[in-house]
Each structure stands twice: as structure tokens, then as C-alpha cells.
């Protein structure tokens, strides 16, 4: 069983950076991947960023590639999603997973409550 906590949403404008932590207890957080995704109202929750159990590997959506660094600090349990270059759509309810690697929401087993990123124009 895993637990996972999101922190770090807000209120930004268009341009600015926030950093997402999410901190994860219980057994399997560092053998496991961990993924963000993200939901906006009225649409489906869509995948953000992963990353594999060691940190090595990370794959992006393409709207964030370029702008958006996820990271892991297993020695914390804990995960991050650095934001930069943040656009009103990017506007959403931002969730952590702990699972197995990819981009499908079906492959990951846990999920955090999710935390609220609002970007203004």
C-alpha cells in the first residue's frame, strides 16, 4: 500500500513556475514509477510526466516537453514537478501515481487527492 500527498498548487500567471511535491508513504514507493496527471474540468485526466524507479528514465506529454522537469528523491519518498513557462491551459486539478511506467493511467495502482494549479492570462 502506497499513500501519496500533492502540495504546491496555486494561483499563477501566464509565464510563471511552480513546483509540485508529492510525498508518498508505505512499502514499493522507490521500486515502483511514479506519473503525473493532470484533469480540467469537464475532460478526461490526461498524462503529464513519468518517471521509472531509479530516476533515470522520464518521458513527457508534448504539450509540457520542454517546460515542465519531473524528478524523484527516494531518500524523501517524494517526487516533484517542476512547472516553468506555464500557460492558462495547463490550468487543472494535478494528481501524482505510483505504478508502473508509462503514460496510461490504467497502469498505475495509486493516487494521490490531487492538488489545484490555476494559470491566469
Known amino acids: 500500500q502506497v499513500q501519496l500527498v500533492e502540495s504546491g498548487g496555486g494561483l499563477v500567471q501566464a509565464g510563471g513556475s511552480l513546483r509540485l511535491s508529492c510525498a508518498a508513504s508505505?512499502?514499493?514507493?522507490?521500486?515502483?514509477?511514479l506519473g503525473w496527471f493532470r484533469q480540467a474540468p469537464g475532460k478526461e485526466r490526461e498524462f503529464v510526466a513519468a518517471i521509472n524507479w531509479s530516476g533515470v528514465s522520464t518521458f513527457y506529454a508534448d504539450s509540457v516537453k520542454g517546460r515542465f522537469t519531473i524528478s524523484r528523491a527516494n531518500y524523501k519518498n517524494t517526487v516533484y514537478l517542476q512547472m516553468n513557462s506555464l500557460k492558462p491551459e495547463d490550468t487543472a486539478v494535478y494528481y501524482c501515481a505510483a505504478g508502473s511506467y508509462g503514460d496510461s493511467v490504467s497502469r498505475y495502482d495509486y493516487w494521490g487527492q490531487g492538488t489545484q494549479v490555476t494559470v491566469s492570462s
Open positions: 508505505g512499502r514499493a514507493f522507490s521500486s515502483g514509477a
